[in-house]
């Protein structure tokens, strides 16, 4: 294969982008298995793959000599503040022959955490302001033909919206967002595991905030769990409202408020449907609320979901933390006055 053939073939994913070689890792992915998996994650394919690594310099030559041909409408974003249901929603909306979704590409990531580097490349005259271009255009060749591309990024790509729209040329995007309980809840709920990826999210986060951007780490540690995790939310929240404020506007971006999915599916599905103008028909999302796409959980393949179940693990959550999770959200208020717990958000496209 050679490297053109890597940047057009959409059997090839533009995975990731190392800053010490200044390579590209594509890694040989066919539809099926992009729409199979939770997320773009290496883990979550074969690791018997063998990856591809394409010298930065020689797809910036290959993209100023000819650029991909885009088929089709600008990508669709999702973008999000973490457990608020976006791997579900995108799901749903990955319809073969009609949409596809490409959930949390590592290439858009990279682009995140550029800029929060300020890197700039050794091999060529990129730095971080012009990697999100590159990333949308070596992952647009994934729909083909009249497809829309749906493009659900990791909540730590917020920091980069603004360069997102613009290198995609996206008319409209959703910001999903949830309240603060549901937010802590569904992290304690991952046991050990989910409060290192809070912890690990929140380092990246505080990147973005000055304030926060100096935060020594022995502050970090002496921080309780749920201090963390209520402060990565409201963090999160502000992104969001600063990303509304701007395109909302506009008319260029909608919220939806994340449990409106989990308790209004039908009603949720069609209202982002039509802003997003993916095309499905009133039968076809009937459909999708009455298939597996609906009781199989998001995150967890083989698992299913179940409204009252999770209710339950909530229920049991909030007793065992019982009064350290009332103290977290006085803190939270009294130390972020006029947060509101569950954020009425501008542009939601459900009251």
Request: glycine share 6%.
């Amino acid at each position: 294969m050679t490297a053109e053939d890597l940047i057009n073939d959409p059997g090839f994913l533009a995975y990731k982008l190392d800053f010490e070689t200044e390579n590209v890792e594509f890694l040989p992915v066919d539809r099926d298995e992009i729409r199979q998996v939770p997320s773009l994650k290496r883990g979550n394919f074969d690791p018997g793959k063998k990856s591809h690594a394409v010298p930065l310099a020689k797809i910036v030559d290959l993209l100023q000599s000819h650029e991909p041909e885009q088929s089709g409408s600008p990508p669709q974003f999702i973008f999000h503040t973490a457990y608020c249901a976006s791997t579900f929603l995108s799901r749903c909306l990955d319809v073969d022959g009609l949409s596809l979704s490409l959930r949390e590409p590592q290439l858009i990531l990279d682009a995140a955490n550029a800029k929060r580097l300020q890197w700039r490349s050794r091999t060529t005259s990129l730095d971080f302001s012009r990697l999100p271009d590159l990333a949308v255009k070596l992952l647009r060749k994934h729909a083909t033909g009249s497809e829309k591309l749906i493009i659900k990024p990791i909540n730590c790509v917020n920091n980069i919206i603004p360069e997102l729209l613009q290198a995609s040329g996206a008319t409209r995007s959703l910001m999903l967002f949830t309240d603060v309980r549901n937010f802590a809840l569904s992290s304690l709920r991952k046991g050990e595991g989910g409060k290192q990826t809070v912890r690990s999210m929140f380092d990246l986060l505080r990147c973005d905030f000055p304030h926060l951007a100096n935060l020594q780490l022995t502050h970090t540690i002496h921080m309780t769990d749920l201090r963390i995790i209520m402060t990565l939310w409201r963090l999160q929240i502000e992104q969001a409202k600063v990303a509304l404020q701007e395109f909302a506007a506009r008319k260029e971006m909608a919220s939806l408020y994340g449990e409106n999915l989990i308790h209004q599916p039908l009603e949720a599905l069609q209202v982002v449907n039509e802003y997003l103008q993916i095309g499905l028909s009133s039968q076809q999302l009937t459909d999708i609320v009455g298939s597996d796409a609906r009781f199989t959980d998001a995150k967890n393949a083989g698992q299913r979901f179940s409204l009252e179940q999770r209710e339950e693990r909530y229920r049991k959550l909030e007793e065992y933390f019982g009064r350290d999770l009332d103290d977290g959200l006085e803190w939270l208020l009294r130390n972020n006055p006029g947060t509101q717990l569950r954020p009425e958000l501008q542009g939601e496209l459900l009251s």
